[in-house]
């Protein structure tokens, strides 16, 4: 629970006991690259009084949630990166993704734009947002077996 409350201190940035949109959204961006959209799905799902904003009981289930989706992309990222050099390559995303039929020249266009301090590869936090753009092109069968 210590874990739970640490975590509801850092998304409750104005300390007002709740968690709002803007609040969670900072945090959700960070961490899982979500978009407004993802993030507001997500607090609509666990604010269970309608409220528009998650008290420390609703942000429980809320943060377990997160907690399992964070695993789920560390996991991905884990798999994708072949070498366990913790980046991903242009060659291990293009390993990935052409099963899906991305070209070089989209998946070099999506690194791109997510490679943040443009070294050419991925580190983790740059790779959040990457799959995020990559994820909602494709289908449900696992890309990594």
């Given amino acids: 629970m210590d874990d739970i409350k640490r975590a509801f201190a850092r998304y409750d940035v104005d300390g007002d006991g709740s968690i709002s949109y ?22 609509q799902v666990y604010d269970r009084n309608g409220d528009g904003r998650l008290s420390y009981e609703e942000f429980i289930w809320f943060y377990w949630k997160i907690q399992e989706k964070k695993l789920e992309l560390q996991n991905i990222f884990k798999r994708m990166d072949r070498d366990g050099n913790n980046e991903i390559s242009f060659e291990e995303a293009r390993d990935v993704l052409r099963d899906f039929r991305f070209s070089d020249g989209e998946i070099q266009t999506l690194m791109k734009h997510h490679d943040s301090n443009h070294d050419g590869i991925l580190q983790y ?17 696992d890309p990594l077996k």
């Fill in 125 to 141: 936090h740059e790779f959040v947002h990457f799959w995020n753009d990559c994820g909602g092109k494709l289908p449900t069968k």
């Fill in 22 to 43: 803007v609040e969670a959204h900072q945090v959700l961006h960070d961490e899982l690259g979500f978009d407004p959209d993802k993030t507001r799905r997500m607090i």
